[in-house]
């Protein structure tokens, strides 16, 4: 039997969230265009079975606590599921037509189109990324996060379909683990190893400026400083 590798699903993920996005399209572009059938009877059930597919649908990227949403070339929200309106203090119907500088302060929002734009130009999805947001609530919320462009039938890029995952315990933790190897972890004071980093770095200053640099160490009740 052979086993997928990290490289063949990593791969195969644009195609994927492509695959997914165009289902995404093609049921809300339903919901906007009409259908003539002969059959008023077959028109009906046509139209309860494309509404019954959207509901599910809709279901479907509700219960999902990753981000979905799809935008269009102007990184409008198109689609977006609960999870994404929800830390935004919205609705997903609310969300819809809205932009990132709608929600997010300037400079967030100046990076989130900024990273869209250059999707739509260069048609390659960008993957993995951590960034951030910060809802309402004011606690920063890390996010790994991957974008790829949309392509209709024509081969035309016509948005972008995104999928972010929360991974602020993660990157929390990396933090933690990160300073403590810097710090004592009794007094969360810099250890040696920073200490070091420090003075040589203050050496190497000095050398180039042609200064100087002093040391202190202080003993208290054999409590070194």
Request: charged share 30%; proline share 5%; no cysteine.
């Amino acid at each position: 039997m052979r086993t997928r590798s990290t490289d063949d699903l990593s791969a195969r993920r644009p195609a994927n969230l492509r695959r997914f996005a165009r289902q995404l399209q093609s049921l809300a572009r339903d919901e906007e265009e009409s259908t003539s059938p002969q059959d008023i009877g077959e028109g009906s059930q046509v139209e309860s079975q494309s509404a019954w597919e959207r509901k599910l649908l809709n279901v479907i990227i509700d219960q999902v606590p990753d981000y979905l949403y799809l935008k269009d070339r102007q990184s409008r929200f198109v689609i977006a599921n609960r999870a994404v309106a929800a830390d935004l203090g919205l609705t997903p119907e609310e969300l819809l037509g809205k932009t990132d500088f709608d929600v997010h302060p300037p400079d967030l929002a100046r990076k989130f189109f900024r990273d869209e734009q250059e999707i739509l130009r260069s048609g390659e999805a960008k993957l993995d990324i951590q960034e951030y947001v910060e809802p309402p609530s004011g606690s920063k919320k890390w996010l790994s996060t991957s974008k790829v462009p949309l392509i209709d039938d024509d081969g035309n890029i016509v948005g972008i379909v995104g999928v972010a995952r929360d991974i602020t315990d993660r990157k929390m933790a990396e933090e933690r683990i990160h300073f403590f190897a810097l710090h004592d972890p009794l007094t969360e004071l810099p250890n040696r190893v920073l200490l070091m980093d420090r003075l040589n770095k203050a050496i190497q200053k000095a050398d180039l400026t042609k200064g100087r640099v002093a040391v202190v160490f202080s003993d208290l009740d054999h409590f070194k400083l």
